[in-house]
Each structure stands twice: as structure tokens, then as C-alpha cells.
């Protein structure tokens, strides 16, 4: 009698992911992960070792967002607790990253066990699906689970607790494998293709309008949708507009693609989305960002179609009033037959972008004119337009802070309307979570190692996270950060002068810091930008190093308009 080969638990869950196609794992490796390490290791999974558990997270967050391919966080029981704000970024974003926690005892449970944590009630809210492995013969089968769970209906992370005891004892190889699923490696994702009479409806709603546009989210992202959606826009000359802090769906020079769905980083699309009669959110929720369907945001009179491709999303979007379960990319493809284009306000939205960008533009050059005169430190709109000047249509930008982020957004707009294609663009989601710009920008150098990364990091956003830098030494993947140095939580401080009684701001200044030198001690690639016009030689130099670099520019303190209107009330925001 021949005798099964036995394998740890944590080697026997490696084998699991590694079938279903995970082909990368983030972890900082720790003793009660070193089975699933041995396993990974035989299975030659390609495991990167991060500085931190939330930069792991990050990692695996920026990787699979990319890839749109599930990826691994493998961490401790008090790794756990630093992976939650992981969790948090990509829930916002619908990624399907797996969590995985190498988590105390079973046997023991409920004893105060060596780093004993209730780690599945703590990911509960975070992710799709959390759960604690209890049987090592069921390991194979709880991996399969969470994997339908993360890739099916609405994407998004999960979680999965193994105990220490269960990740060291051995089981037979082929533990669980004698039941259905017999094959358990990836399957082609469920897709919900619509009802013909729900179709019918909207096809009608469309087809009778006068005034339509699209706001795409991340459902179309995710679905694998963004050049139908383009197809669609182009075809039937319809304006679309991105959902604000989601994955960008479409080219900034597309020219169906007008902006942010955002009255105050994008003003035009308060004008389109109030006097459309007819919008249609595609792979969208009706949320804070939406204003949650309601007015001013979207108009009395305007017909508010929701297509999702889940009921999990749908259910978000009750308020809407029409909604239809589909693919989103089913929908685009439907949305060719509605025989009728719409040229002229068409037309009118492209008008509108451009007289927005003629306005931002004049407005720069007199800002810029100024600062040269008096010897002022830069506009960081200013200095996003010269960053994405040095940049190929292949190369990928990240941007990351507060004000920072929200200038970046307006000057990826201005330079797309002006032809300027880039290979990519990632920044924060929803939660606008600070700290997750280097990790994002390593993400996309592993992803496209032969083009130039560059991340826009605001000095507080890069003081949260910029630990994650060391990924990028370590695992020889080069990347530029240009840090905006206007020495605190500029975003903060001003909101706290208009809020505050004495006009001042309180606890949001840093001191000057060296960030270049720290990349220069750390090995890479460093210098200080205190002009304008040192910029774009600094940034060439720093690209063509070959090292990881950084250009440490210090920026004047700019309020941005959706700062500036939040704060001031003078409109009702859709982020309140």
C-alpha cells in the first residue's frame, strides 16, 4: 500500500492558492506564517517581504487592482491589526485582494493565547467574506470559498484565519479534494445579463432623451468594460464621467470622456449632470460621492438609471429610479442598437471642458508669472502639469495626499485635453486614505517594469506610507517620487482657518525634512527643487539614474477648490 504524502496545513493552503492562479504573495514573514512560507516557497510563488503589514496590504491592493487578479496578504495575528487600513482601501475600491492571518491557537481559543485576537469579527465590516478555518481537511475548501466570494457579484477583499495549530499539523495531500469541486482551480467569473424587458425600458428611457450622459464607476472596471464604455461614448456621442476616487475608466484624452463627476474638481459636470435629462451610473452606488441620488445633485426632473452587475449593488441604489442587473459590459454593447447620436450636446460638454481648461490654464500662467517674480515657492498645479510634461504615453502616474490629490486630478485633466496619454493613472479611493501612493507606484513598476513610474506625494501622505520605499529598493523595482513639500496637512490647516474662530491653524505643521537625503541614504537618487525651472532637469535626472529616486519640491500651500468649497459652504458638496 502506497503511503499519501502529508503536508503541513499552511503548505496545503499555498497549494490551494496557488491553483486558483494567486501568482504573488505580500507578506512580513513572521513565525506563525512560516508553513504557508515553506509552502509558497515550494511552489515557487513569488513572495515579497515588506517593511509593514499595511504596506503588504497596499501592495496586494495596487497589484490586483492592475491585474484585476486576485492577490495575497499573508500576515500575523498583530500583522492583522496593521493590515486593517489595507483592508479599509481596498474595500473602497472593490478589489479582491485575500487576507490571510496566520491567527493564535485554536486549540485554545478564548484563553488569552500567545497574540490572540478575534480577527474575523475585526475584518467582518471590511471585507465581502471573513472566516476562521477550524478543520485543516477543509483548508482547499474554505480557499475556494473565499475566492468565489472576492471575484463574484461586486468584487472585493476577504478574509481568511488560519490557526496556528492548523497551519503547522500535517494532513494528507489530497485533504478535501474528494468532494465537488473536484477541479478547483479559477473558473470564468458569472456575468448577469439583463432582462430583455428591463432592457426594453431603458433602451426607451435613452432613446426618447435629449439630454443624456454617462457617470461610469468601478463596476465597469472590474468587469473588464472601459473600452465598450469608450465605444459607447464615441459611437452614440455621449459625455461620460468618472465617478470621483475610482479607477479611471477612460483615457483623460479620450474624446468621450469629459472629467469628474465632481462639482468642484471638474465645474462643468454641475452644468451637464443638472441639466441632463436622462443619466445613466453604470458599475456605480448612489453614496455620499452621488449625494445618494438626491438634490442638487442629481435634478427632480432628471431620470436616474442604475445598471450594476450584482443585486449587492443594486441594493445600494434603491433610490434610483430605474435600475437594471447586467454586465455592465452587456449593457454598453446593447446601448450601440439605440439608433441616435446626440452631436450637439455632445458638443456643448466638449465646449465646456475646453473654456474650463482655457480658464485653469490662463489662470496657471498668471500664478506661475507671479511666483517667478516674487521669488515664490510653486503652484502645486504647476507642478503636476511639469511632471505629466516629462512623461511618455506609457508611462504611469500615481498621485497621492490631500490638496495634492486634488490639484492632480485637475492637471491630468488640462494636459489630456491637450493630447497628453499616460500608460496609467492609480491614486487613493473612496476613503482617500493617505499613504498608499509609493506602494501603488512599486505595484505598477513590478506590473510594467520597462516603463517610467512617477509618484506626485503630498509630504504628509508620504510621511503615512513612504516607508513602503523600501520595496522598491529591495526588490529592484525604481520608481520617482516628486514629493509636494508645502510642510504640513496643508489641506487640513486650511480647512481649520476658515472653521476656526482666530483664523489660525493648529497641529498640522512639520518640520523642513530632508526627503531627498533619505533616499540618498537609503542607496537611491535624490535632489532638492526650491524653483521652477529646476524641475523638469531634476525630475530627467532622476528618471534616466536608473535608482529609485525622489525630487523633493517645496510648494506653496494652495487651497483647492473642493477644499475652498467644503469648507466654506458655499455649495452643498457631494462629499459631506
Known amino acids: 500500500m502506497t503511503q499519501k504524502t502529508r503536508l503541513r496545513g499552511g503548505e496545503i493552503l499555498a497549494r490551494a492558492l496557488k491553483e486558483k492562479g494567486v501568482d504573488h504573495v505580500f507578506t512580513l514573514a513572521g513565525g506563525f506564517c512560516n508553513p504557508a512560507l515553506e509552502g509558497f516557497m515550494n511552489c515557487q510563488m513569488p513572495v515579497i517581504n515588506c517593511p509593514h503589514e499595511q504596506i503588504a ?27 486593517v487600513p489595507a483592508m479599509l482601501e481596498a474595500g473602497g475600491e472593490r478589489a479582491p485582494v485575500i487576507f490571510v492571518t496566520g491567527s493564535s491557537t485554536l486549540k485554545r481559543q478564548g484563553s488569552g493565547g500567545f497574540k490572540e485576537i478575534d480577527d474575523v469579527a475585526i475584518a467582518a465590516p471590511l471585507v465581502k467574506y471573513s472566516v476562521q478555518i477550524t478543520d485543516g481537511e477543509r483548508i482547499s475548501e474554505f480557499v475556494d470559498r473565499a475566492w468565489t466570494a472576492a ?14 495549530d492548523l497551519m503547522f499539523s500535517s494532513y494528507d495531500e489530497d485533504a478535501g479534494l474528494d468532494e465537488r469541486p473536484f477541479a478547483r482551480g ?26 443624456p450622459l454617462i457617470i461610469g464607476g468601478h463596476g465597469v472596471w472590474w468587469s473588464g468594460a472601459e473600452k465598450a464604455l469608450e465605444t459607447a461614448g464615441k459611437n452614440l456621442r455621449l459625455p461620460i464621467f468618472n465617478v470621483p476616487y475610482h479607477q479611471k475608466l477612460l483615457g483623460e484624452e479620450c474624446e468621450a470622456y469629459m472629467g469628474l463627476a465632481d462639482f468642484h474638481q471638474y465645474h462643468p459636470s454641475k452644468e451637464a449632470i443638472q441639466q441632463a435629462d436622462v443619466i445613466i451610473m453604470i458599475g456605480g452606488r448612489l453614496d455620499n460621492q452621488m449625494n445618494f441620488g438626491n438634490p442638487p445633485f442629481f435634478g427632480e426632473d432628471t431620470t436616474l438609471v442604475c445598471v450594476n452587475g450584482s443585486h449587492e449593488e443594486l441594493d445600494y441604489n434603491r433610490a434610483a429610479d430605474e435600475v437594471l442587473l447586467s454586465d455592465p459590459g452587456a449593457l454598453l454593447t446593447a446601448l450601440l442598437d439605440v439608433g441616435k447620436t446626440w452631436d450637439a450636446w455632445f458638443d456643448l460638454q466638449r465646449q465646456r471642458r475646453g473654456d474650463w481648461v482655457k480658464h485653469w490654464s490662463d489662470h496657471i500662467a498668471e500664478e ?11 503652484h502645486p498645479l504647476q507642478l503636476s502639469l ?12 500615481i498621485f ?36 498608499v501612493g509609493v506602494s501603488f507606484g512599486i505595484s505598477a513598476k513590478a506590473t510594467h517594469p520597462d516603463k517610467s513610474v512617477v509618484v506626485i506625494s503630498g509630504d504628509g501622505a508620504f510621511l503615512s506610507g513612504g516607508l513602503s520605499i523600501e520595496a522598491a529598493f529591495q526588490e529592484n523595482l525604481p520608481i520617482v517620487v516628486v514629493i509636494d513639500n508645502n510642510g504640513g496637512l496643508d489641506c487640513i490647516s486650511q480647512q481649520q482657518e476658515r472653521l476656526f474662530s482666530n483664523g489660525q491653524h493648529f497641529a498640522t505643521d512639520f518640520r523642513d525634512i530632508p526627503f531627498h537625503s533619505m533616499f540618498e541614504g537609503l542607496g537611491g537618487h535624490g535632489e532638492l527643487v526650491e524653483r521652477r525651472e529646476q524641475l523638469a532637469p531634476a525630475l530627467r535626472r532622476a528618471m534616466a539614474s536608473g535608482k529609485t529616486a525622489c525630487v523633493n519640491v517645496k510648494c506653496r500651500g494652495v487651497i483647492s477648490p473642493i477644499v475652498a468649497a467644503t469648507s466654506d459652504k458655499r455649495d452643498k458638496a457631494s462629499i459631506e
Not at 368 to 378: E, H, L, N, P, V
Not at 386 to 397: P, R, T
Not at 421 to 434: A, E, F, T
Open 57 to 83: 496590504g497596499h501592495l496586494a491592493d495596487g497589484h490586483t487592482r492592475i491585474t484585476r487578479k486576485p492577490s495575497v496578504c499573508l500576515v500575523g495575528p498583530e500583522g492583522f491589526a496593521n493590515a
Open 151 to 164: 471575484t463574484t457579484g461586486y468584487p472585493g477583499p476577504v478574509h481568511i484565519s488560519l490557526p496556528v
Open 186 to 211: 479559477p473558473r470564468p467569473i458569472p456575468r448577469a445579463w439583463p432582462d430583455p424587458t428591463a432592457l426594453a425600458r431603458v433602451m426607451g428611457l435613452l432613446h426618447n432623451a435629449e439630454r
Open 368 to 378: 506661475s508669472a507671479a511666483d517667478a517674480a516674487a521669488g515664490r515657492k510653486m
Open 386 to 397: 511639469d511632471v505629466q510634461a516629462e512623461l511618455g504615453e506609457e508611462d504611469w502616474l
Open 400 to 435: 497621492d495626499g490631500g490638496n495634492t490629490h486634488f490639484w492632480s486630478e485637475i492637471a491630468v485633466n488640462m494636459a489630456g485635453w491637450n493630447g497628453q496619454k499616460l500608460g496609467g493613472i492609480m491614486h487613493p479611493g473612496n476613503y482617500s486614505l493617505l499613504g
